[in-house]
């Protein structure tokens, strides 16, 4: 069992930075292979980025190539998602997930455990 905490959302304006944080309870999260997601409002919720369990590989949505970077700290139990040059449409509620697997996975229901979700708004 993980229990997943965000942390790191606000308002921001379009070009600006924000890091998202997501920390892990548990001894084990080492084993997990890590992964963000978002959801904007009346929309499904969309694969961001995911990484690998040491961390020495990572996928990126299209959308977000470029000006997104996931990395994590498996000393600290802890995954993040540095943002840049956010746009508008970065606009969502942001969740990480845990997978119980070897690989990452870009579809959601491939993910077992999910934090509370942390609130994006980039103003134009």
């Known amino acids: 069992q993980v229990q997943l905490v965000e942390s790191g959302g606000g308002?921001?304006?379009a070009g600006g930075s924000?890091?998202?944080s997501?920390?892990?309870s548990g001894r084990t999260f080492s084993s997990y292979p890590m992964g963000w997601f978002r959801q904007a409002p009346g929309k499904e919720r969309e694969f961001v980025a995911a990484i690998n369990r040491s961390g020495g590989s990572t996928d990126y949505a299209d959308s977000v190539k470029g000006r997104f970077t996931i990395s994590r700290d498996n000393a600290k139990n802890t995954v993040y998602l540095q943002m840049n040059r956010?746009?508008?449409e970065d606009r969502a509620?942001?969740?990480c997930a845990a997978r119980?697997?070897?690989n990452y996975a870009i579809l959601a229901r491939a993910y077992?455990?999910?934090g509370q979700g942390?609130?994006?708004t980039v103003s134009s």
Do not use: D, E, H, I
């Open 118 to 120: 942390t609130q994006v």
């Open 93 to 95: 509620v942001y969740y």
């Open 22 to 24: 997501c920390t892990a």
């Open 112 to 114: 077992n455990y999910w």
């Open 18 to 20: 924000l890091r998202l």
């Open 86 to 88: 956010l746009k508008p």
């Open 11 to 13: 308002l921001v304006q």
């Open 100 to 102: 119980s697997g070897v």
